[in-house]
């Protein structure tokens, strides 16, 4: 089976005509790019994989935006639908259960929810959101929900980038397709992370991965690779540590 993690398309430059040694000295080329290439991104995986490691603290939780922590630091947003698995992905990343809530009922994380490593050089924030979409919520609390994350993600001069989860079987729809659309509007930098991988075959998934990455090319503000993750089965973990710390090194999208 393929393991999800981060997809980019194309490969090595493929030149046509020359003849046969120019074109064992480009082949040569080539594979020596692609292998540091893959070395680059093996440091850059272990080294993000330090970054997460030792105790996490929960920070505090945000109703409304007076209340957010001094913008201080550079931090990276967990954006989706409601029950799309954005606190149990933040758990899983941080390798400790429990520091996000996270419920089989929709609509269970309502504020801003801000966590810091204990032990880091460089201090950075993981913010959970409150989901969006969620229909059956009263509407003055969809509507207060849904305020704050807006004004929160147009409005936050230390937010790096914006993980936008999209549960793997549904792909991206219309309310998305809007968050989407605010984010390039603000020129907030936003990445696809796919969640709960585990419940497609590898090929529907490649699938997926392929469909989300097409509809993605029109948004400016989109990284360019889609990831896919699944928290139950662990996967995916580490190319997604590796882009939030990618993220918090560029500072503010
Ligand atoms: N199979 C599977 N289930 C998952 C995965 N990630 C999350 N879930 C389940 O999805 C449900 C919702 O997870 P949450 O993490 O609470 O989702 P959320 O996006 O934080 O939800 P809200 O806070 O309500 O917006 C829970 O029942 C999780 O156990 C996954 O990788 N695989
Ligand atoms: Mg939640």
């Not at 970054?51 to 913008?71: C, I, K, M, Q, T």
């Amino acid at each position: 089976m393929t393991p999800p993690g981060a997809r980019k398309s194309g490969g090595p430059p493929h030149k046509a005509g020359g003849n046969g040694r120019d074109t064992a000295v480009d082949n040569l080329a080539a594979q020596s790019a692609v292998a540091e290439d893959a070395a680059k991104r093996a440091a850059e995986i272990a080294a993000a994989d330090r970054h997460f490691r030792g105790n996490w603290l929960f920070v505090r939780s945000v109703p409304s935006l007076e209340f957010l922590p001094d913008a201080d630091r550079p931090e990276v947003a967990f954006a989706g639908r409601s029950n799309v698995g954005k606190s149990t992905l933040i758990n899983a990343l941080v390798d400790q259960h429990g520091l996000a809530r996270a419920s089989n009922t929709p609509g269970r994380t309502q504020e801003l929810n801000f966590f810091r490593p204990s032990l880091t050089q460089e201090p950075f924030y993981l913010v959970d959101m409150p989901g969006y979409g969620y229909a059956k919520a009263p509407k003055s609390m969809v509507e207060a929900w849904t305020l704050l994350i807006k004004d929160y993600l147009r409005g936050r001069a230390t937010l790096a980038r914006t993980f936008l989860l999209i549960d793997a079987r549904h792909g991206i729809k219309t309310v998305d397709q809007g968050i989407m659309d605010l984010l390039d509007g603000a020129a907030v930098s936003f990445q696809i992370v796919l969640t709960k991988a585990d419940k497609l075959t590898p090929l529907a998934l490649e699938r997926t991965i392929a469909a989300t990455q097409e509809l993605i090319v029109t948004h400016p503000a989109a990284m360019p690779t889609v990831l896919a993750t699944s928290s139950e089965k662990k996967q995916g973990l580490a190319e997604l540590r590796a882009a939030v710390i990618a993220a918090t090194r560029r500072g503010p999208a």
